[in-house]
Every structure is written in C-alpha cells, then in structure tokens.
C-alpha cells in the first residue's frame, strides 16, 4: 500500500464545499436542491464550478477541462471539502490529466461514487481516502433525506471515521420520480450475510464493479498488487445489474492473476435490481444469485476471506458513504462492520 494514507481532516459547520462534474452534468433543478440541502440540513457552503454547470456535450468533448476542476478545487486553501454532482460511464478519460501532487497538496475531502470511484482509485494510489457520496442521488431524491443517509453522511463530512455500520432497517431500489415527490415503498431488511469466522482489518479498495472491471482492463491505475495484501475488497453493482455471471467472470479473472487471495475481507453491496433502462428483468432472486457466484469464486481462490454481503453502500438506498483507503474492520462472530 501508499507508505501513508491520508485522511483528509473532518469539515466546520459553515465550511465551503466545491460541486464539480468530473462525470456527467444534472439538471439545474437538482443541482439547486441538492445544493440546498447542503445549506439547510448540513450547514455547508456549496461552490459551484464551471464544469458543473455545462452540459454533457461539453464535459464529455472536455475530460482536461473536467480534470482541471478538480484540481482547482483540491488546491484552493479555502474549500475543504469536492463533491461531485453525480455519476455516469466517462471519468476513466479524465484521469490522465490529473497531476497528483495538485490533489495532495493540500487535504481535501472528496465525495463521489459510481463512476467517480474511477478517481477514488487514483486517489487510493497516492494515499488519499476518499468518501461514497454525490449530489446526485445522495442529496436529491426523496422529499427528505433518509434519516439513514443523513446520520452516515453527517459522519462523512464531520468526524474522522464513520463507526461502526449498523444494517438499515429498511431499504428500497425504486426509481424516485421527481415529478410526482411521491414517496418510494420501502421494505423490511432482510439483514447482511457473513462469510468466514475470523476477524480482520484491511483498507478499503474497489467500489462500483463496473470502474474496477476497466481499471483491471486498462491496467494503468492499479496499485502494485503487493499493496493489496490485507485489503478488503468493496464491490458494488450499480443500475446496470450486470448478470451475476458476468461479475463472477471478472472475480475469477482477479483470482487467476494472484489479485483475490491478497484481499483478507469482502464487502459486499446490496444491488440494486430495478432500472428503467435495463434491457432484462432480473429475476427474483438476484441477490442471493449474485452471492452464490461471489461465494464460489471466494471458495476457489481466497477461501480464508471474510466476507460480508448486503451491505448499506452502492446503488440500492439507503447508503454509507462508505471511504475507500479508510480501515474496514469485518468481524463477523458479532456480525458487526466498523470503518476507522
């Protein structure tokens, strides 16, 4: 791993917050609430950059441009904290234009997930944790934030670990309309599947299934693999809701190049199994399919992992903003999940 990682100190009440399309834009109507929500419910100073404010045509022929934002915000003494508007499928094609000593000179927490954890794994390499959240959904769907999302995000922006990691007591992968407000059916949680009997510490690596799958492709941003050794490896699966084969194929692959059996624990996302623009209908039982693929793939190559499933991170509401390059400490003779 980095020689140190850097947690990038806790925000004030009152502190400036740069917003920033690393990714795709949203609309003005929710970049408006989701920057409200920021003044109203967390005491935060949203500032909004250029890049947040253009249309995709622009940020997807502009990745320097996108690239630059960031780095702006990062150097800028007066922001503690960038949040990305939302995610999308583009920000691998910023990442060469990123200069790391402009994103480590000065410590600054960085919110983003999804397509952004393709800049949480740049980050990860240089040493620099980094936060599961956007505005976009995080801070925009529903008339109110969940009460859930609120007390983790809260953490996130204001203390130095989230803690320990309790289970929702609720969870829902509705689509929100933002026509109607009508508020989603949420269900009972059916509670989080363990793996293994021993506990361990790691740090946190990985994140959206489909960022990982390209950094493994393009092998330009991993870390030397010997850095992974005693990580925990996060993994979640976005409304794409890959067949659980296909995500079983690339654990496979990770396990063929000596990847797998170097992480000590799993964590595991509840997936997300709805999506108005999905081209199938996962079944029923998706969840319990996509375990039972990961679980063969631990079996073959990492059988002493621990492993946990149907954790509050992801695609699937509510959410942990959960930090990749903090410590994850699984230890599942109580069942019970802590992020220092």
Request: contains cysteine.
């Amino acid at each position: 791993m980095p020689a140190v990682f850097t947690p990038p100190p806790p925000l004030d009440a009152g502190d400036r917050v740069a917003v920033v399309a690393p990714s795709r834009p949203i609309d003005e109507s929710q970049l408006d609430r989701a920057c409200a929500r920021l003044r109203d419910v967390f005491s935060l100073d949203p500032v909004v950059f250029e890049s947040a404010r253009r249309d995709w045509e622009w940020l997807r022929d502009n990745p320097a441009a996108r690239a630059e934002d960031v780095m702006t915000a990062f150097e800028d003494p007066s922001i503690r904290g960038v949040i990305a508007v939302t995610g999308g499928d583009d920000q691998l094609r910023i990442l060469p234009h990123l200069d790391p000593a402009r994103l480590t000179a000065s410590p600054t927490r960085f919110f983003g997930f999804s397509d952004n954890d393709n800049l949480r794994l740049f980050l990860w390499t240089h040493g620099v944790v980094s936060y599961g959240a956007t505005l976009h959904p995080t801070l925009t769907v529903d008339p109110e934030i969940h009460p859930y999302v609120e007390r983790y995000l809260r953490r996130a922006f204001f203390e130095r670990s989230l803690g320990v990691v309790e289970p929702a007591s609720e969870w829902t992968d509705d689509w929100f309309d933002f026509d109607t407000e009508e508020p989603r059916e949420w269900r009972d949680n059916p509670g989080r599947t363990w793996r293994g009997d021993e506990r361990v510490t790691g740090r946190l690596w990985g994140g959206n299934f489909s960022v990982v799958k390209w950094h493994l492709q393009t092998r330009r941003y991993l870390p030397n693999p010997d850095e992974l050794d005693g990580a925990v490896l996060a993994l979640e699966t976005s409304e794409d809701v890959p067949l659980p084969r296909e995500v079983r194929y690339t654990l496979r692959s990770m396990g063929e190049r000596g990847l797998l059996e170097r992480f000590d624990g799993v964590v595991v996302g509840r997936p997300r199994t709805y999506s108005p623009e999905l081209e199938w209908e996962p079944p029923a039982d998706y969840g319990a399919q996509l375990r039972a693929e990961l679980l063969s793939v631990l079996d073959a190559y990492s059988p002493d992992a621990t492993a946990v499933f149907d954790v509050e991170f992801g695609h699937a509401d509510p959410t942990v903003p959960l930090p990749l390059g903090a410590k994850a400490t699984l230890d599942p003779a109580v069942e019970r999940l802590r992020i220092d």
